[in-house]
């Protein structure tokens, strides 16, 4: 079976990218309104660690695990990163609630360049580069969708030279340059065919794993949560899942022998 998230050099920039199922709304603006927290706080947010197919956030200790599903050609992506992330930031990674992994698709040749910069450098970097290209995401993503037809069809081959390409051409290279990155060491991110590879082979494997269907998605404890695809689902699903009484539950099951 042919997968659609390894189908780089099928989609053209010049065409609406597909993404999330649903749009997603401006979300809640109070980041503690529903999530009751008594464990003393502290700085588990900036704890990162690579992971087999991504990055992992937040305490590795936490007793609940998700997963982001992202494509950083997805504008419901960037508005999630927006609207969603420095909440979960503030209410669940900072106590130690939650560990978030987030995890690249590769719908396209652009998603490809993009993660490849994402994940060059250390992984306490990895936060930063992340919502670097989300939150720049309606900026660059125009600027490929207003190049030539021709160079476009040059960077939806996806090899190290269309990669290299495609950066210096929307300056995603220089993004990193100007926080202090050397531009060889850019240049050696995008031009790693291995790491490539490796990105397209996980996102081959979350599908077998999760069948995603659409970008953002996310899972929960290892179970794909159907129709969430935003920051307003999301806070639904969480703030069910961390209420006092929901969470006095799950202890009382684990305590049962």
Known sequence: MKLPILAVALIAFTAPLPSAAQDSPNGLRNPDSEFV?????????????????????GNPQAKTELIEFISYTCAHCADFAREGEGTLDLAL?????????????????????VSLLV???????????????????????????????????????????????A??????????VERGMSMIDVNACLSDETAARTLIGNGQADFADFAVPGTPSFALEG??????????????????YFRPDAMRARRQDADTP
């Open 93 to 113: 990674l900072e106590p130690g609630l939650l560990t978030l992994e987030v995890r690249p698709v590769i719908r396209n040749a652009l998603d490809l360049t």
């Open 37 to 57: 927290d008594t464990t003393e706080r502290g700085a588990w947010h900036a704890v990162i660690e690579r992971t087999e197919r991504g990055h992992r956030i």
């Open 167 to 176: 950066a210096r051409a929307l300056d995603l290279d220089d993004m990193l």
């Open 223 to 240: 179970e794909l949560l159907k129709d969430v695809h935003g920051w307003d689902a999301l806070y639904g699903v969480l703030s069910d």
């Open 119 to 165: 994940q060059c450098g250390d992984a306490a970097g990895f936060k930063q580069r992340h919502r670097l290209f989300l939150l720049s995401h309606d900026r660059w993503l125009a600027e490929a969708q207003r190049a030539p037809r021709t160079q476009q069809a040059s960077w939806e081959r996806g090899d190290a030279a269309a990669r290299l390409s």
